[in-house]
């Protein structure tokens, strides 16, 4: 998933010449969702800087609106997912986003019929997940709780005098702009495999700084982001995952970086809060920014150089994005594209993702010593 809000700089409304096709494949849907910024709205409620310092003045004047047992709930919902390894209200969009997500009544009756209306097509999903199903269940009366507390408190009409007007002005701009870019193409040539050509875009108001993917060729991004991030994060959301994160390939991968050190002190020093506190998480992730990068590339438009990115987003953890990047490049890849599944099944069984070859590759694209790849994070 796409993390930071990043710097935008003027787009490049036309795809370079040897992309020039008769038509384009991607179908774009703009919208907005009262629903799913009811949960995103959790992110900053819960005080937590990554997450409020975007909404210190909606917070003064909303937080006050909520019982203190509706916080309660909000806290140790919070508690559990970062127990689990997880954030909150990304994980709750997902499962929430295989039914009707247009109001927060709709998630109140999605809510009490959970096993009917939310389990069929999240367990059908590629995200399926017994065990995070299975907290989500746990943690069904006090999101009840949470979500009739945000009614009582009168979200849907605080939420309108903030939204309604911007999402609507941003829907007329995107249109336009979207219809000329052929996202989709580009992510068939690199994945090796067909996708629906729908990208559904749901504008929120509470999500910074997360652009996060849901179930279907669907993702979230704040209302304020401009056209080069809104490309960006679509160029990037509807990658997840590359391929099955529970096959075959995705098990060799993890295999040879297990046992390499730099991932096992990224993981043991990175903060938390910034996500990816998994190893096949960070498998995930960064295949999908090696190849946005790459997709932003070869539509003309770069929102950040490759090596600046991966120095400063999320405190320089994406070494291996940076590698798989270098590796794809390297390979022509980025040209001739491919079966991304069977290129990363060799690069792993090759040799390939082992340290001496993806971390000489990622410090060619970062400018960085190899040794010096990863600086343990100052904490205070």
């Not at 559904?200 to 669907?218: A, N």
């Not at 098990?251 to 990175?270: G, H, M, S, Y």
């Not at 990047?325 to 060799?346: F, I, P, T, V």
């Amino acid at each position: 998933m796409l993390r930071r809000t990043l710097l935008a700089t003027a787009l490049a409304l036309l795809a370079a010449p040897a992309l020039a096709q008769t038509s384009i494949r991607t179908r774009w849907v703009v919208k907005s969702s009262e629903g799913l910024d009811a949960i995103a709205i959790l992110g900053p409620l819960s005080g937590k800087p990554f997450y409020a310092r975007y909404y210190e003045s909606e917070m003064a004047a909303f937080k006050p609106r909520l019982s203190a047992p509706v916080v309660e709930a909000i806290m140790s919902l919070h508690a559990e997912a970062d127990a689990a390894g997880g954030l909150l209200w990304p994980g709750l969009t997902l499962v929430f986003s295989g039914g009707p997500t247009a109001t927060l009544g709709d998630l109140l009756a999605s809510l009490d019929a959970a096993e009917t209306v939310l389990k069929p097509p999240f367990q059908a999903s590629v995200y399926w997940d017994e065990a995070d199903w299975g907290r989500f269940l746990a943690g069904r009366d006090r999101l009840r709780l949470v979500l009739t507390g945000l009614r009582d408190a009168g979200f849907p009409e605080f939420r309108r005098g903030l939204a309604d007007t911007p999402a609507a002005r941003r829907i007329a701009e995107l249109n336009p702009l979207l219809a000329r870019l052929d996202i989709i193409a580009e992510q068939e040539r690199l994945l090796g495999r067909r996708l629906d050509p729908q990208i559904e875009i749901d504008l929120s108001w509470f999500c910074r700084p997360h652009g996060v993917k849901v179930q279907g060729q669907r993702f979230i991004a704040h209302v304020g982001a401009s056209d080069q991030v809104m490309v960006l994060t679509a160029a990037h959301e509807i990658l997840h995952p590359p391929f099955d994160m529970a096959g075959p390939t995705a098990k060799a991968c993890l295999a040879v970086l297990e046992k390499d050190a730099l991932f096992a002190r990224i993981l043991a020093e990175k903060d938390k809060g910034t996500g990816y506190n998994e190893l096949d998480g960070i498998l995930n992730e960064d295949t999908c920014q090696a190849l946005d990068q790459i997709i932003q590339e070869r539509l003309g438009y770069v929102v950040r150089p490759a090596a600046e990115r991966w120095t400063r987003n999320d405190q320089g953890m994406h070494i291996l994005a940076a590698g798989l990047y270098g590796l794809l490049k390297a390979d022509g890849y980025d040209r001739r594209g491919g079966d991304l599944e069977a290129w990363m099944s060799a690069a792993a069984r090759g040799g390939k993702l082992a340290p001496a070859s993806l971390h000489a590759a990622a410090a060619r694209v970062l400018g960085k010593p190899m040794d010096q790849l990863w600086v343990t994070p100052v904490k205070g």
